[in-house]
């Protein structure tokens, strides 16, 4: 069975920070990306970072860069979110995601985790 597994969200204070962990099963870890999206209530889900396993090249969105850090440990086949410098507008439930290369595009991932809630407070 195929499972991605979040945590490590909660309530920070702004400029504050958390680390997002993505558990992932069930499939060959090394031959997929793993994307970190979230979505803030009215919204869309949005891109925020992208790490690819086999090579380790990272995507961020422009929103997060310079203050997410993206990392794989492979032998535990674990992605973590580095969150730091957070502000309010980073509110959402985070999801993570694999595909087969970092893509924009949604529909292009195959596996979706259950997400988990960042709240930043001003």
């Known amino acids: 069975e195929v499972q991605l597994v979040e945590s490590g969200g909660g309530l920070v204070q702004a400029g504050g920070s958390l680390r997002l962990s993505c558990a992932a099963s069930g499939f060959t870890f090394d031959d997929y990306a793993i994307g970190w999206f979230r979505q803030a209530p009215g919204k869309e889900r949005e891109g925020v970072s992208c790490?690819?396993?086999?090579?380790?090249?990272?995507y961020y969105a422009d929103s997060v860069k310079g203050r997410f850090t993206i990392s794989s440990d492979n032998a535990k086949n674990t992605v973590y979110l580095q969150m730091n410098s957070l502000k309010p507008e980073d509110t959402a439930v985070y999801y993570c995601?694999?595909?087969?290369?970092?893509?924009?595009?949604?529909?292009?991932?195959?596996?979706w985790g259950q997400g988990t809630q960042v709240t930043v407070s001003s």
């Open positions: 995601a694999a595909v087969l290369r970092c893509s924009q595009r949604l529909y292009e991932y195959d596996y």
């Open positions: 790490i690819s396993s086999s090579d380790g090249s990272t």
